[in-house]
């Protein structure tokens, strides 16, 4: 946005010598637009109008775009807290950094090229880091893993014999990766394992208690007290419980240890009795039962008539809840004092939100006063640990951070909506709309708390504001959001490169209006895929998504209309014509109703003289003159309005000097006389002469008069060579050579000469010198091979810059035919797969491909196709049933043409349908066959 005074609606926008595109002068005093391309640095801006300028130094910066290089470690624990560098650039202290979707924390900017940060917690597994600020945003995918260390959290029956070899259960979570596990200092022997339980064998170790250390690639992990050891003996006791303690209100898993030779019949704590579960000689698994009281109580084992009581071996705990913590939110960086609130808090104690342990400033055992630490954008779990227990309040805090939007991508769409819009930024958590120019964006989805996409809703041309409603608000975005109408005059495509959508304009070729719910796709597997679209009343329909990127192919398809297909354009903007298909009789546009009325024609009139110096031409013969008018290509400079070719019998024709006249086009134009003899038992003209008027603007229903002196010889010869002819390994077809007298804007005319046979080179006579009223015209020469009567295989080339006729004139090398792979082309070929596959051959190689389908009658084109020169194949698409017309059914016949063209000065992604003029095309090959369609 520019803000000034004194604009003008016709103002322009300069930025370091370029123009502004989408320029919108809203008022005298503010001014939208779109900067143009340019490299990092300050420029001016310069508001320019019909004799005035205002410039403001210095006014814009151009950025560096935000890229990423590296994260290390690249690597850390799934509970988040490691310190990681990232390195790339255009880094700014706003940047924020997420990986995995969730926000790193305390990212520090170090320079332009640095920052540091701590790993939010995360599941197991590659995660992508994204960098966002006010440069853009970058993604590193799957660059940062989070490992998941092993945790040991009990081993059951945690007591066995002290020599070892007895099956025990280790229970925890990442258990299935261990590679090694000791009791003590002993290796224990691996037996079976999966993610949350271990089976081992115990080695020997010594009467008492002692640790359990698992260890994995990811880390390792130790559970103290963990299994306790006891000696042989042939009498009944107890010498511990493993662990010591549980909750008052029983259904623990403990271990009771000692010495049961006999077994056991009765387990009781504290008066109650316990369920047993599992007996050993050594080792008694029992559930504990509820307790009366908080404290200590005396185990019991009772086996037959003898028991064996440890005093106080067990101690009753209240049970641990955590129940709420307040207030529930605070920003990321922390510091916030909280109340956790609950019961059974006892020492030791330690509490960690997401990432961190909190520092505990006082607790009871009814709460917890504590100070939260930093941590990343949005729900962290509060994980509680006291005297040995653990409990889980599941996202018991919320972390907030203050939203902004540092950039746009796109910055601009089309004026049908469903464009996809990136917004980075910090905070974007808990959105509920996204308004554009005040209407609700559809599809907003939050992607992570620094990256916000939505879709367009439809709009105008010209900027329009963009607001994200929050919870707490609404944040505006500081720069709008530009609409433009993709529409090209013409049809074609144009645009820059393809980066996260293609619009497409569909219109009818015949009347050029808007052909609405037109089915759009960019994928061969038009069922399977999200990209599709339907065109508006517009005609127009935009396809956008994260996977729209680089190359693509656009096919297009509508009820009673020909279908198109461009492959691997990558131009933002496509502007296709589909053919109407009469299908329906009673259908006005099928009607045979009044043809349309001839174009506004204009006259040329004058005398033609100097027909007087040819001799008495013998009987049977007489001399005559003949005027042509000149067209704009090579094709049509025999042809006049109305489309027959101009008969010697005719009015532009005369038996001696004489008055002629001429019905042409309105326009620039030449008009060119022929004169000489007339063979009237051949019906064949000899031409000796030639003369020309030029400049002539004819009016549309207006009338030129020009005189014209056949005062020009046609006595010159020029020698034509054809180049890599496929005529020698092809006897059906044959060589032919045409020639045109260019006459610049005033048109082209020729035709009256071909020459045909199998060699290479040709003499054209009958031509003349370029000098005088001629000696700013050209020769044009078209040549090329063609298949029997003219038809098809051909190939054809031309050369529009002969001056010299002196010398021998060598074309460039013909274009063969091309081949048709696939299908075969014999027996009426079935296309399997929706694929074609062609060869082309020969030293010269297209840049355009254009091929088209046509009924088995050859009535209507139902398919037309535009294929990169260097791709020799089409992938056509699997419709899906809603879809409308479909051009071709199973089964169905059809005739394939093919078109491999080297259109001058191309380039594919910048397309006209201009380009498909002759008068663009140096050579060209063109080839068919009737094929059916699977």
């Known amino acids: 946005m520019i803000r000034g005074s004194g604009f003008d609606f016709r103002d322009d926008v300069v930025i370091n010598g370029r123009l502004a595109e989408a320029i919108d002068v809203v008022d005298e005093f503010t001014i939208f637009a779109m900067t143009p391309p340019n490299p990092a640095g300050f420029y001016s801006v310069r508001v320019v109008g019909e004799g005035r300028a205002a410039s403001l130094p210095n006014g814009f910066r151009y950025l560096e775009p935000t890229t990423f290089e590296s994260i290390e470690p690249g690597s850390g624990p799934e509970t988040g807290g490691t310190p990681v560098t990232i390195r790339g650039a255009s880094f700014t202290p706003e940047t924020v950094v997420t990986i995995g979707g969730r926000s790193a924390i305390d990212v520090q900017f170090m320079d332009e090229e640095t ?225 956790l609130t609950g019961d059974g808090f006892l020492p030791p104690l330690s509490v960690r939100v997401g990432a961190f342990h909190a520092e505990i400033l006082g607790h009871g055992p009814g709460s917890v ?37 540092f950039a746009m991508t796109p910055p601009r769409g089309a004026i049908a909506g469903n464009t996809q819009v990136l ?219 109305l489309g027959a070719p101009p008969s010697p019998m005719g009015a532009n024709a005369t038996i001696g000097d004489g008055p002629y006249a001429l019905r042409v086009l309105p326009g620039e134009q030449a008009a060119v006389a022929f004169c000489g003899v007339y063979d009237q038992a051949t019906s064949e003209f000899d031409p000796r002469w030639m003369g020309v008027a030029r400049g002539l603007f004819v009016p549309p229903e207006g009338e030129v008069v020009a005189n014209i002196d056949c005062d020009v010889r046609l006595n010159r010869t020029a020698t034509v060579k ?29 035709g009256l000469w071909r020459l045909q046979g199998r060699g290479e080179e040709f003499a054209i006579d009958k031509l003349p010198a370029f000098s005088g009223v001629l000696s700013d015209v050209t020769l044009t020469v078209a040549a090329g091979a063609s298949g029997p009567g003219d038809g098809l295989p051909t190939s054809t080339v031309m050369d529009r810059t002969i001056r010299d006729i002196s010398r021998q004139i060598t074309l460039p090398s013909l274009m063969s035919p091309v081949r048709l792979t696939r299908p075969s082309p014999f027996g009426f070929g079935r296309v399997e797969g929706r694929r074609l596959e062609w060869e082309v051959t020969g030293p010269v190689a297209p840049n355009l491909q254009y091929l088209y389908i046509m009924d088995a009658g050859q009535e209507n084109v139902l398919w037309e196709m535009w294929v990169p020169g260097d791709q020799n194949f089409v992938n056509l698409p699997y419709w899906p049933a809603d879809a409308p017309g479909a051009p071709l059914q199973p089964g169905e016949s059809f005739v394939l043409i093919v078109f491999a063209v080297d259109v001058i000065g191309f380039t594919f992604d910048d397309f006209e349908y201009r380009d498909l003029f002759y008068d663009r095309w140096s050579s060209w090959s063109i080839n068919g066959w009737f094929l059916t369609w699977d």
């Open 369 to 405: 006063t504590l100070r939260v630490p930093p941590g990343s954008a949005g729900s962290a779990d509060v994980v509680v640990t006291s005297a040995g227990r653990r409990a889980v309040l599941d996202g018991g805090w919320l972390y907030t951070q203050q939203p902004a939007v």
């Open 722 to 750: 054809l180049m890599d002819s496929p005529v020698p390994t092809n006897p059906t077809m044959t060589n032919w050579v045409t020639p045109y007298l260019d006459f610049g804007s005033e048109g082209v005319f020729g």
């Open 115 to 339: 920052l540091v940060a701590l790993v939010p917690a995360g599941s197991p597994g590659l995660a992508d880091v994204r960098i966002s600020g006010p440069n853009g945003s970058a993604i590193g995918e799957g660059v940062f893993r989070w490992t998941a260390e092993p945790l040991v959290r009990s081993v059951h029956p945690a007591a066995g014999s002290a020599m070892g070899g007895e099956e025990v259960v280790l229970r925890g979570r990442s258990l299935g990766a261990v590679s090694e596990v000791r009791f003590g200092s002993q290796r224990a022997s691996l037996l079976a394992s999966d993610d949350e339980e271990l089976t081992v064998r115990t080695p020997a170790g010594a009467p008492g208690l002692v640790a359990v250390t698992v260890t994995s690639d990811q880390g390792s992990a130790r559970l103290d007290d963990a299994f306790r050891y006891v000696a042989p003996s042939e009498h009944l006791s107890v010498v511990g419980v493993v662990p010591g303690w549980g909750s008052l209100s029983g259904g623990d898993q403990v271990t009771i240890a000692g010495s049961f030779p006999a077994g056991v019949d009765e387990v009781v704590f504290g008066g109650v009795p316990a369920a047993i579960e599992e007996s050993r000689p050594n080792a008694l698994l029992v559930r504990t039962p509820a307790g009366a009281m908080v404290g200590w109580v005396d185990v019991e084992v009772v086996s037959g008539e003898e028991g064996a009581l440890l005093p106080g071996a067990f101690e009753y705990r209240p049970d641990l809840v955590v129940e709420a913590m307040e207030p529930g939110r605070g920003d990321v960086s922390g510091g916030e004092v909280a109340e």
């Open 423 to 641: 917004l980075s930024g910090r905070g974007l958590s808990g959105v509920e709309a996204v308004l554009v120019d005040g209407r609700e964006a559809p599809l907003v989805e939050e992607r992570d708390p620094s990256l916000l996409a939505f879709r367009t809703p439809p709009g105008s041309e010209g900027a329009a504001t963009v607001e994200v409603v929050l919870a707490d608000g609404t944040l505006a975005v500081d720069d709008p959001f530009f609409y433009f109408n993709p529409f090209l005059p013409g049809g074609g495509w144009w645009g820059d490169v393809i980066l996260g959508a293609v619009n497409v304009t569909v219109l009818d070729a015949e009347t050029a209006e808007p052909v609405e719910d037109a089915f759009v796709t960019l994928s061969v597997r038009a069922t399977e895929t999200v990209y599709t679209a339907r065109t508006n009343a517009a005609g127009q329909a935009t396809v956008s998504g994260d996977g729209v990127s680089g190359g693509q192919s656009v096919h297009v398809v509508a009820e009673n209309y020909s279908a198109a297909t461009v492959q691997d354009v990558n131009a933002e903007n496509i502007v296709v014509y589909l053919t109407y298909i009469c299908t329906d009789p009673d259908d006005p546009r099928c009607g045979d109703g009044d043809p349309p009325p001839p174009p506004p024609l204009g006259t040329i009139r004058g005398q033609l003289t100097g027909i007087d110096k040819i001799a008495d031409p013998g009987p049977g013969r007489v001399v005559m003159g003949i005027v042509y008018p000149t067209f704009g290509i090579p094709w049509n400079a025999l042809r006049d309005p």
